[in-house]
């Protein structure tokens, strides 16, 4: 999701989205509440960290349920990096009424961060 969403905003920056532990397919709730807001997620963007330990990354942007510390010892370089940590979905859905609306509520966290991360970091040190 959030992959998708910084290149909505801004597509002359290369987005790179890897998972520690990918599956195989994307999850069709993650695409339903995407197309919710006008986003097709691209399957094709499925891969492991260890995919990019060769890659030069200028921010990480780390998300997850779990801890920042789970992520220290990524076998990437970069120089800056990020952690948004949220709650685990599957205890969300009591709060959220149902699973889709625990992911919608997922997306629009995520958006507010990176929202907040390309306007207030990336913006500003591109216009200074």
Do not use: W
């Not at 599956?23 to 691209?42: H, K, R, S």
């Not at 995919?51 to 970069?78: C, H, N, Q, V, W």
């Amino acid at each position: 999701m959030a992959k998708t969403m910084l290149e909505s905003v801004d597509a002359t920056h290369r987005v790179l989205s890897a998972g520690i532990s990918p599956t195989n397919e994307l999850d069709p709730l993650a695409i339903q509440v995407m197309q919710e807001i006008g986003l097709v997620m691209n399957p094709a963007s499925l891969q492991s960290v260890s995919d990019l330990k060769d890659e030069p990354i200028d921010y990480l942007i780390t998300l997850g349920e779990s801890t920042k510390e789970e992520f220290r010892d990524l076998p990437l370089a970069y120089k800056n990096k990020l952690h948004l940590s949220f709650g685990k979905l599957v205890k969300s859905i009591g709060r959220y009424g149902s699973q889709l609306d625990a992911y919608r509520h997922l997306r629009d966290e995520i958006k507010t961060e990176l929202d907040y991360f390309y306007y207030r970091i990336l913006k500003e040190k591109a216009a200074n």
